[in-house]
Every structure is written in structure tokens, then in C-alpha cells.
């Protein structure tokens, strides 16, 4: 496997594609009134996983030092 592959952007961007599909599948299927709840949840975790990219890069520049 490539290393692009274990890496953190290349998660990122597979997350960020999940729940776009998971947030089109919701209007397409429910309309939307439920697809404000899964917004919502798809905030906050998008939040959690900002902080948790910031602390990664934060890190991974300490090690360097």
C-alpha cells in the first residue's frame, strides 16, 4: 500500500466524501427536515475532527524540534 495511503490528508478526504454522501442520501431519501439534524451532527463533527487535525500537525511539528 502506498503511503499516500495511511496518510492524514488521504483519511480526511475519504471522511469528507462519506458524509457528503451521507448528507445527499439523507435529502434525497428523508427531504429536508431530517437532513437539518444530520447536518448538524455532520458539524459537529467536522469540529472534533478540525481540532483533532490541528493537534496532528501540532505534534508532528514538535517531534521535529
Given at each position: ?22 448528507l ?42
Open positions: 500500500m502506498s503511503s499516500w495511503r495511511k496518510s492524514w490528508t488521504a483519511y480526511s478526504i475519504g471522511l469528507f466524501i462519506a458524509w457528503t454522501i451521507v445527499v442520501l439523507t435529502w434525497w431519501l428523508r427531504g429536508s427536515t431530517h437532513l437539518s439534524t444530520v447536518a448538524l451532527v455532520c458539524a459537529g463533527f467536522f469540529l472534533g475532527w478540525l481540532s483533532s487535525t490541528i493537534k496532528v500537525y501540532l505534534l508532528k511539528s514538535e517531534e521535529a524540534v
